[in-house]
């Protein structure tokens, strides 16, 4: 039997990168997939692809959540997905500063509307939807960067460290509340996704740039978005039953320490 056979299952920023691949996983799996995406073209045309329902939602927005709510009532599983670095441009110029010193408060709180205020709200819709059953899985997309410091993007760390714990908080407060809803999170580090296009480029050179921006990293290799979704299906399944409040990394090694010698 697909291990998510039964289970229904909404991703947000489900259109591209991670949370088409955990999409694509889920149906797979046997879940009924509810796609969300602020992108209704890309997204629509992706659940048509993959036999899932779409919904618009810009995770942002508390109204928007409001209506996915009224929609989908009952839900066994979430993925908090959707999320920005603050660097996606277009730009005219360089891009905005995202350091400690540089950094404005407008950019700052772009960040942390999608990324925090979408996971706050996520979690909240997730916790109503799953009272019906008492179960569910909902699992928040955080980052490497949401573990260590990131001078040059302050923004996003600290957005990613916030869904760390927040997701603990969620899991301490369901379990107190008797409801066997699970809350854990993944922490991608370099997953090649089309976040990183604006840093990478498309001119000569590029292969040069892919290598030094995981030249720290011990697998010296991009992960794939396919990786970061397996994992998604085991927090989902029932496998996982006894995993709440936990934290995932997917990060070739970089965490374990430094850098490693090939050969070495």
């Known amino acids: 039997m697909p291990r998510l056979q039964n289970k229904t299952a909404l991703i947000t920023g489900g259109a591209r990168g991670i949370g088409a691949a955990i999409s694509r996983a889920f149906r797979d799996e046997g879940a009924d997939v509810i796609l969300t995406d602020i992108n209704a073209e890309a997204g629509q ?7 899932a329902t779409f919904a618009r939602l810009d995770v942002a927005s508390e109204a928007d959540w409001n209506t996915v709510a009224e929609r989908f009532t009952v839900l066994d599983v979430l993925v908090n997905n959707a999320g920005i670095t603050g ?5 005219d110029g360089a891009p905005p500063a995202h350091d400690p010193e540089n950094a404005s408060l407008a950019d700052w709180r772009a960040v942390h509307a999608v990324n925090n205020d979408g996971t706050f709200l996520g979690c909240r819709y997730a ?20 573990l260590v410091g990131i001078p040059m993007a302050a923004a996003y760390a600290a957005s990613k460290a916030a869904i760390r714990n927040h997701t603990k908080s969620v899991a301490l407060y369901c379990a107190a509340q008797g409801l066997n809803i699970r809350c854990n999170s993944i922490h991608p580090a370099a997953i090649m996704t089309p976040m990183w296009e604006p840093m990478l480029g498309d001119g000569p050179g590029r292969a040069e740039r892919e290598a030094a921006m995981v030249a720290d990293t011990p697998m010296r290799r991009f992960g794939d978005v396919k990786e970061v979704a397996a994992l998604a299906v085991m927090l989902a399944s029932d496998e996982a039953a006894y995993m709440t409040g936990t934290e995932l990394t997917i990060d070739g090694g970089i965490l374990a320490g430094s850098a490693a010698t090939p050969g070495g």
């Open 127 to 146: 916790i109503r939807a799953m009272r019906e059953k008492a179960a569910g899985s909902i699992i928040n997309i955080s980052s490497r960067s949401g």
């Open 87 to 91: 660097f996606e441009g277009p730009f």
């Open 45 to 51: 045309a992706l659940a048509d692809e993959i036999g």
